[in-house]
Each structure stands twice: as structure tokens, then as C-alpha cells.
């Protein structure tokens, strides 16, 4: 379960400290576009202390790390680096191919063999271009250690020269492939960002509609946006009430061999179950965590 994914620069640890104030499922401290280039070869060399001092405050939700993508010359070099640090993932932006993986695979295997017991680090797939969407299905199962992918819509939209709107319509096609792919390949989906960091209406309308394409959590670039994403992506009172009571008519349906149902005016049968299910299990999982 990621419903919000929050990003902040590896070369700022006056922000990294900020991490444990904010209820985010997954924490990134990023290599790639929010460290300036000048800053990113200091930043990989104090990565492992940053990674320590958030475990040392018993940091909640997962920890990856974003390396740069793998055209640069920083790539191998932040992969080597971040293995050996105590998280729980990677995020690989902008990927294209399966041959990309490789130095990632390589590097996680060998970080594992060489430290017993260790964390097993997730790969996270970052959706971002072109290339990356027209092969979004093979990408998202690429590897068994992809566990989750992000749409990046900016950069998908820079990529293709589209003129980016408030309602989004020009990258749709792009969202609804990779959501699809990461469906398709059991792993978690996660929705685009929303660079309008001062308009919350703004962002609820993108969530919404992102969680109504399937996503199942949300990039994050301000703290306010962590609150906002879990919400969203959470349940609500009455969506769990409902499920609740579709479930039980329909159980009761099946021990007296009634197949399909009318309940409250809606024809209910196997999909509108799992879909109830669903919202269930997500309701224990957030009431574990609390």
C-alpha cells in the first residue's frame, strides 16, 4: 500500500529530517531531479547518513532512494551507493528497457549476498517517456523485484511536446497505459504529480480522478499533498459501510444459491464483490497501521 509517495532533494538534510512529521506510506530521498548537479556527487557520498539518521528516528512507511536515470554518468555509480545503505527500495526514473535493470539487479544481488538478514530492496519502475509508456506493460513485469510503478507525467509531456492543462487530458492516454500495465503485472500503481503545490482543489481533482483510473496512491512534492493523497486513496466511512453490508447480502445470497442480487437498486454479482473485498482489506490494513 502506497498512497503517497514523498519526495525530498538527497542534498538537503534539513528537509530529510523533516520526513518523520509527515504520514507518508513511502519516503524518497532523490538523487535525481530535485538535487542540482553540482550537489549530486556530495549528496551520493553522505546518502548512507542520511539513510541512518532516518532510521535512527524509527522513520514509519517504506524508504527508497531515486538514482538518476540510466543515460547519466551518475547512474551506476548512485545505484553502488544505495544498496549499500539500510533501505527499502529503489526508484529507477524514466525506464525504457529491460537492459536498464541490469547493473540494479546486479548490484541489489551482490549488496544481499554480502549482508545476511538485510532488508530485500524493491525496485520501483519510474513511467516517464514515450518509450517508457508504449512499453509500459513489459516494463512493470521486467523483474520480480519491480514491486511498483509511478506514471511522471511532466516528463512524459515534455517528452511528446504537449501542452499540459488543468484537466489533463493530453497525457489520459500515457496515465491509463501504465496504470493498466502495473494492473496487469500485480504491482502497485502510482499516480502523476501535481505541480500546482498552492491549490488543494487542484490536487483533489487529480487524485480523484486518478483513483477512479485505478491508481492506488499518489507522488507527493509537499507535505501538504501527503495529507490530501492519504485521504483520497483511503476508504472513506461510507465506502467501508457499504462494503461491509454488500458483502454479508451477498454471502447470504450464495448459501440460498442465488447468484446474482439486487441490492440497493444495482445488479451485484462477482466483480462488484471483489471490488467490496477490496475496499475491506484496505480498510484493515490502515486500521493495522494506526
Keep these: 500500500m502506497i ?3 514523498f519526495f525530498a532533494p538527497a542534498n538537503r538534510h534539513d528537509l530529510l529530517t523533516k520526513f518523520p512529521r509527515f504520514r507518508a506510506d513511502c ?12 550537489d549530486k556527487d556530495s549528496a551520493r557520498a553522505r546518502l548512507d547518513e542520511a539513510v541512518r539518521m532516518l532510521r535512527g528516528v524509527s522513520l514509519q512507511g517504506r524508504l527508497y532512494v531515486r538514482v ?3 543515460s547519466s554518468k551518475h547512474y551506476i555509480r548512485d545505484i553502488e551507493a544505495a544498496v549499500l545503505c539500510d533501505i527499502d527500495g ?3 526514473p524514466k525506464l525504457e528497457s529491460r537492459d536498464q535493470l541490469f547493473p540494479v539487479d546486479h548490484a541489489i544481488t551482490r549488496a544481499e549476498a554480502a549482508q545476511t538478514g538485510r532488508r530485500r530492496i524493491e525496485i520501483m519502475a519510474g513511467i516517464e517517456s514515450m518509450r517508457g509508456v508504449i512499453d509500459a506493460v513489459a516494463l512493470c513485469a521486467a523483474h520480480p523485484r519491480i514491486t511498483s510503478a509511478f506514471f511522471g507525467a511532466e516528463d512524459f509531456a515534455s517528452d511528446i511536446g504537449a501542452r499540459r492543462t488543468r484537466t489533463g487530458d493530453e497525457v489520459l492516454y500515457a496515465r491509463s497505459q501504465v496504470v493498466l500495465a502495473a494492473k496487469a503485472a500485480r504491482i502497485i500503481a502510482i499516480d502523476q504529480a501535481v505541480v500546482e503545490i498552492r491549490d488543494d482543489e487542484q490536487f483533489r481533482r487529480d487524485a480523484e480522478k486518478g483513483r477512479d483510473l485505478g491508481y492506488e496512491g499518489k507522488i507527493c512534492v509537499v507535505p501538504r499533498q501527503v495529507e490530501l493523497s492519504n485521504e483520497i486513496y483511503a476508504p472513506t466511512a461510507d465506502e467501508i459501510a457499504h462494503a461491509r453490508e454488500l458483502v454479508a447480502v451477498y454471502q447470504d445470497a450464495m448459501q440460498r444459491g442465488i447468484g446474482t442480487i439486487d441490492f440497493k437498486g444495482h445488479m451485484i454479482d462477482g466483480p462488484l464483490l471483489k471490488r467490496a473485498e477490496a475496499v475491506l482489506e484496505l480498510a484493515r490494513q490502515l486500521e493495522a497501521r494506526a
Design 27 to 38: 519516503y524518497a530521498i532523490d538523487l535525481e531531479d530535485g538535487t542540482p548537479e553540482g
Design 90 to 92: 529503489l526508484i529507477v
Design 3 to 5: 498512497r503517497s509517495l
Design 68 to 70: 538518476n536515470e540510466a
